[in-house]
């Protein structure tokens, strides 16, 4: 929003911008360093098993920050991350992660492999270039190993704060959805 008021206007508008949005942007930037250790300076992971949150669905985050504290979503790790961000923070951390870049594929990265089958049934809800949209989340550059685990989650009844993604995961094998987690990973 800073960028698209300061690109847009040079006036009043560009003022208010530049004395009032990034108050509320560092206040929650600062509160937010503890983040980067695991989710990166940059928007890339530290580990294969943590997803990425830079540039992800906001309405998405929002609605996992919510489960992780309430335990809808089960996690020790988030679990006690979120419960240093106040309630009425989480709309505004969230859009701050959604408002970052998603981090570009590292140079010389493979090629995706052909599209398998399976996935055309995944695109009315996660959008047909995987980028998400309210409420599925990006899948498209997530890593690997995050994917197989977020899916085999699912699948095994351990992630149930979704009603519709367990069955859809039941109804693939472990090896159909390694294919997928390696194309997405790959987009
Ligand atoms: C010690 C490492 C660590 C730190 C620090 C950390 N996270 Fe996480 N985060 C993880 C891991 C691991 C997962 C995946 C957990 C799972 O499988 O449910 C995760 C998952 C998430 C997700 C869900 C993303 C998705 O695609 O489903 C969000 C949102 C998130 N973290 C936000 C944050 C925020 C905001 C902070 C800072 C307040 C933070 N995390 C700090 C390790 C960390
Ligand atoms: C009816 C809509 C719908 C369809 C179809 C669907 N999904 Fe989802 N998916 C969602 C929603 C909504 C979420 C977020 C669930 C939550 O609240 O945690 C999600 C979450 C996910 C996640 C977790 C991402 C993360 O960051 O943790 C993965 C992986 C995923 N879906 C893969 C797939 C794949 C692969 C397919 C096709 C085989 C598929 N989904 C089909 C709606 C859908």
């Excluded at 992971?45 to 309430?70: A, C, E, M, N, V």
């Excluded at 679990?79 to 590292?106: C, H, N, Y």
């Amino acid at each position: 929003m800073f960028k698209n008021l300061l690109s847009t206007s040079f006036g009043a508008v560009a003022i208010l911008a530049v004395v009032a949005i990034p108050a509320v942007a560092q206040e929650i930037d600062a509160q937010m360093q503890v983040c980067s250790a695991c989710h990166g300076q940059n928007g890339v992971t530290t580990g294969p098993t943590i997803p990425i949150i830079w540039g992800q669905q906001s309405s998405y985050l929002f609605k996992q920050l919510h489960d992780y504290r309430s335990g809808d979503r089960a996690n020790p790790i988030m679990a006690a991350m979120v419960k240093g961000i106040k309630q009425e923070d989480l709309r505004k951390v969230s859009a701050f992660f959604a408002a970052k870049t998603w981090p570009a594929k590292a140079a010389g990265a493979a090629a995706a492999p052909a599209e398998p089958p399976t996935v055309a049934q995944c695109k009315p809800c996660h959008q047909p270039n995987f980028e998400g949209g309210p409420p599925a989340p990006r899948l498209a550059g997530l890593g690997y190993e995050y994917l197989v685990s977020a899916m085999k989650g699912f699948a095994e009844d351990e992630r149930t704060n979704n009603l519709d993604m367990p069955g859809f995961m039941k109804a693939l094998s472990a090896a159909e959805r390694d294919a997928i987690a390696r194309y997405l990973a790959a987009l």
